[in-house]
């Protein structure tokens, strides 16, 4: 069977479910969808995704005792292709295998978030897991399911809100930290620090624009994407393009400040806070031009009830301390954070 062009991951997933496992599995009880790992999980991959470890796959979720029977019966029947695609594929070196993963529920969250939370998450929990971790439970479609895959997904679709009021102060805080740092960069003539800070604060505005959205960030090369996708009537994103293109101090400075009220009059409306002033305002008795962003970080702190979280000052959950790949894509290595959330 010969390929027809470019059919999404989702799509070609959801036709091997129907075509290929749903008739192996019978009348077993499970779940399957296309979960965990790959941008095909959260329907950003193109035809160039085609060319790297990339085809049908699915995690199919049932009971304890069926697992080996379920997966003998699949490794036992599989196609070699379906729709021209290879159904055994690898890269990197990699030998290639075919990815219909076996597992009961437990071990699949084992594996993707670090523990499995089948029965809740703690404060720890969510706080040390990355969002991109989460994505891969919430995110990708789902081919069937008899409620226990639901049951799961419904309890990780978003942050309790104390932990988000939380998050968001923590967010909001990254911002007020450096915010008056453009102007001053400039203005010993550090140009391309400027320019760098202006870039770290585009990015955090970005994320603060999905925490208040409820929506997960995914991993960086999806993060323009993701954001892009929320909708931008405002136009907070235009004035983030043009705030990290902008070739002088004066340009940059009012493009972010901008950028930042909006982000401002956004926080206003999703009447979490007692309101707060989003206009600019200069910054002390220097030349620079900022939101303040102290003041929505007071707002947030002050609709957070568990005394815990006060205690933790403001360090943010994993993805707004920890920018390093090889850590926030192994739960195991990331889990070990969890003590610094600890009692």
């Not at 095909?40 to 160039?48: I, K």
């Not at 991109?132 to 919430?138: A, F, I, S, W, Y």
């Not at 707004?320 to 954070?337: G, I, K, W």
Request: aromatic content about 8%.
């Amino acid at each position: 069977m010969t390929k027809t062009g470019f059919v999404s991951a989702r799509r070609l997933s959801a036709g091997f479910h129907d075509d290929v496992i749903r008739p192996l599995l019978g009348e077993t009880l499970y779940a399957a969808g296309l979960l965990g790992w790959g941008s095909d999980v959260l329907g950003y991959d193109t035809e160039r995704s085609t060319d790297h470890g990339w085809g049908p796959r699915m995690h199919v979720l049932v009971d304890a005792g069926d697992v080996e029977r379920i997966t003998e019966l699949i490794e036992a029947h599989l196609p070699m292709q379906y729709k021209g695609y290879d159904v055994r594929f690898g890269w990197d070196g990699q030998e290639p295998v075919h990815h219909i993963t076996v597992k009961t529920v437990g071990e699949w969250l084992d594996g993707q978030v670090g523990r499995d939370v089948s029965d809740g998450m703690t404060i720890e929990d969510w706080l040390v897991t990355p969002q991109q971790q989460l994505l891969g439970v919430v995110a990708g479609p789902v081919y069937a399911d008899d409620g226990r895959l639901q049951r799961v997904r419904t309890a990780l679709s978003w942050y309790p809100d104390d932990v988000w009021h939380w998050m968001l102060a923590c967010q909001w805080s990254r911002i007020a930290q450096e915010e008056a740092f453009v102007q001053r960069t400039a203005e010993v003539g550090d140009e391309l620090g400027s320019r760098v800070v202006t870039a770290r604060l585009a990015r955090d505005l970005m994320r603060l624009a999905l925490l208040m959205a409820r929506a997960y960030a995914p991993y960086t090369k999806w993060l323009g994407t993701a954001f892009a996708r929320l909708g931008h009537p405002d136009g907070l994103d235009r004035d983030l393009v043009e705030a990290v293109g902008a070739a002088t101090l004066e340009q940059r400075e009012k493009a972010l400040t901008t950028a930042c009220e909006k982000a401002g009059r956004r926080h206003n409306e999703l009447g979490i806070t007692e309101y707060v002033d989003p206009l600019p305002r200069q910054y002390f008795d220097r030349p620079a031009t900022v939101l303040d962003a102290g003041r929505f970080v007071q707002a947030c702190l002050a609709k957070v009830d568990d005394q815990r979280l006060h205690e933790l000052g403001l360090v943010g959950g994993i993805d707004q301390f920890a920018d390093n790949t090889d850590v926030l894509s192994n739960p195991a290595v990331y889990r070990r954070l969890v003590t610094m959330y600890e009692e």
